[in-house]
């Protein structure tokens, strides 16, 4: 299941780029509703893609991670969450907190949504767990790399994109791991296969810690310095001091001539709590701040928005939408999502599904927007990106390329202190193209947050969104 899809905090954050990658842990709680009999989901299911099984007993939602070498158990667990509703719609989480919804489609068939993302899951059911899932996992340094090279092997969409065999890979690196291979060792093996990717979701975990993430070559990783410096230089364009919301992850501020600004640092970690819908309300309070219903409406409205996502580490593709969904009166669809679905050929995927975005029932701004990108918008920010090429009218993008990584993340266990981290999904446009591995392009291109403009106080890509949107 993909890390930004279930709901709950990170267990394991990719450097200062921020990517949201969850580990769940098991949920304790009340027990469950269908404690006292077997509900029309229990059972054992396949998942159309991902390479996971799930199964239901007792309340208990339960994943496990197979390749055609292993079969593991998942990191997701939850409980179930009150009792079922209309059609068998039946909530898991942890604890109160429920974060998807599971729905069985008559007998053999069922759908999962995940609160915080885009899409839904189709599962079939089986007769059984297989056999394998049941025995012991074998153990040692090179039960590991099986599970590392089949993992990817079976799930990861831009082998051909990126010109890399990755059968030549196991070749040339498994000779290399023996029984008495140490970890450090096992670490430097399996990160030198991942290296040549460049790829932001993919990522390397030992004993609970990133030891390993990519990136594309030239990224500029976003400090803490970077952050300050950039805000700073936001805030000397602005009429009046910003207002911040989601502990200071979303900004709101007016900038001269009645252009509105948004700054989204984060679509994940509104709130302390593991609630989506409490990341929903916080969202909304702030898009109910950016746009009163008299900026629209009133005598003196917005001649235009600012939509800044340049240092944005990702999050929920969700959060992303719902902001979309304020800013047309018209559905449209943002992108069709597809993941691998076949182990043995890489071209396979699941059916294209149309993401789409609905017209909000809150304020909405129709008017112009430019949306402010970098490399160092990654993920989330870029899905919301691309959930804005379909608006009408269109948005102005200005800045660079976007970091060029969409998918939800797999997490994947692969032994007790070993854990890999990557995509399975491509995200469409109209054409069928994906911008993974380049990015999304700017309309309007100049390089974003140089030192020569942090030093002199200058922020040239706003200046020029202003200039875009005075003359709109």
């Not at 580490?313 to 069709?336: C, F, M, N, P």
């Amino acid at each position: 299941m993909g890390a930004r899809a279930v709901g709950v905090r990170t267990a394991a954050r990719t450097a200062a780029i921020g990517l949201a990658l969850a580990l769940t842990a098991g949920a304790a709680g009340a027990a469950p509703a269908s404690a006292a009999g077997p509900g029309r989901l229990d059972g054992v299911w396949r998942m159309d893609g991902y390479g996971t099984l799930v199964t239901v007993a007792n309340g208990r939602f339960t994943t496990y991670d197979t390749t055609r070498v292993s079969c593991l158990p998942g990191a997701v667990t939850a409980q179930q969450v009150g009792r079922p509703g209309a059609g068998g719609a039946t909530r898991y989480g942890e604890g109160p907190v429920a974060s998807m919804t599971f729905t069985p489609e008559g007998r053999e068939h069922a759908v999962l949504a995940l609160d915080d993302a885009a899409g839904v899951r189709h599962l079939e059911r089986l007769s059984a767990l297989p056999e394998r899932c049941r025995k012991p996992a074998a153990e040692g340094p090179l039960a590991v790399f099986d599970r590392f090279w089949a993992t990817f092997a079976e799930n990861y969409p831009f082998f051909a994109a990126k010109g890399i065999d990755w059968q030549a890979a196991r070749d040339r690196y498994r000779p290399l791991v023996t029984p008495d291979t140490t970890d450090a060792r096992l670490q430097e093996i399996l990160t030198d296969m991942i290296r040549p990717l460049h790829d932001a979701h993919t990522a390397l975990v030992h004993q609970g810690r990133t030891v390993y993430f990519g990136l594309r070559p030239g990224t500029r990783v976003p400090t803490a310095d970077l952050r300050t410096r950039a805000a700073a230089n936001v805030a000397r364009q602005l009429v009046a001091p910003a207002r911040t919301f989601a502990q200071g992850k979303l900004v709101v501020g007016e900038l001269p001539h009645g252009i509105g600004y948004l700054r989204i640092d984060s679509f994940d970690g509104y709130v302390e709590s593991d609630s989506f819908q409490d990341q929903v309300a916080e969202l909304d309070r702030a898009l109910d701040a950016l746009l009163p219903r008299d900026a629209t409406r009133g005598a003196d409205p917005l001649r235009g928005l600012v939509i800044d996502v340049r240092l944005n580490g990702g999050g929920s593709d969700a959060l992303g939408l719902r902001i979309a969904s304020r800013l047309t009166d018209r559905a449209y669809t943002a992108y069709r999502k597809v993941a691998r679905n076949d182990p043995d050929d890489p071209a396979r995927f699941t059916r294209p599904q149309p993401i789409v975005v609905h017209p909000a029932a809150a304020p909405r701004w129709t008017g112009p927007v430019a949306l402010l990108t970098s490399g160092s918008s990654v993920s989330a920010a870029e899905t919301f990106t691309q959930a804005l090429m379909g608006r009408d009218p269109g948005v102005t993008r200005i800045g660079e390329n976007t970091q060029g990584v969409f998918s939800d993340v797999m997490f994947r266990p692969l032994a007790k202190d070993w854990a890999v981290i990557l995509p399975n999904e491509k995200y469409l446009d109209e054409h069928g193209r994906t911008f993974d591995g380049s990015g999304i392009p700017p309309r309007l291109r100049t390089p974003v947050f140089t030192e020569d403009d942090l030093t002199h106080g200058r922020d040239s890509a706003l200046t020029l969104a202003r200039q875009v949107l005075s003359t709109s």
